[in-house]
Nanobody, 124 residues
Framework: QVQLVESGGGLVQAGGSLRLSCAAS????????MGWFRQAPGKEREFVATVNWNGGRRYYADSVKGRFTISRDNSKNTVYLQMNSLGPEDTAVYYCAAPAGTDWSLTISDYIYWGQGTQVTVSS
């Protein structure tokens, strides 16, 4: 069983930055891609970013491209999401997720392990 624990959310003013962390346990972290998703009030959960097993390949949703950076430290079993130039539209609960297989994916249904989520609120 894989456990994922997010941290780093909070309240920030528009234009500010936050870094989310997700600590993973329960399987060989370095063998698997990881992803970040978010869910705003009244909206469906959506893809934000994904990174392959060694951090060499990354993919972002258009809405965050150029502002967010996903990275990972396999020695710490941790994946990060650096969020810059935040705006009110980024307000959401952010979830770390791991897919069933080792390949990265943009498809939410490929992810079977989820963290509890961390709230990010951006004030205007």
């Amino acid at each position: 069983q894989v456990q994922l624990v997010e941290s780093g959310g909070g309240l920030v003013q528009a234009g500010g930055s936050l870094r989310l962390s997700c600590a993973a346990s329960g399987r060989t972290f370095s063998s698997y891609a990881m992803g970040w998703f978010r869910q705003a009030p009244g909206k469906e959960r959506e893809f934000v970013a994904t990174v392959n097993w060694n951090g060499g390949r990354r993919y972002y949703a258009d809405s965050v491209k150029g502002r967010f950076t996903i990275s990972r430290d396999n020695s710490k079993n941790t994946v990060y999401l650096q969020m810059n130039s935040l705006g009110p539209e980024d307000t959401a609960v952010y979830y770390c997720a791991a897919p069933a297989g080792t390949d990265w994916s943009l498809t939410i249904s490929d992810y079977i392990y989820w963290g509890q989520g961390t709230q990010v609120t951006v004030s205007s």
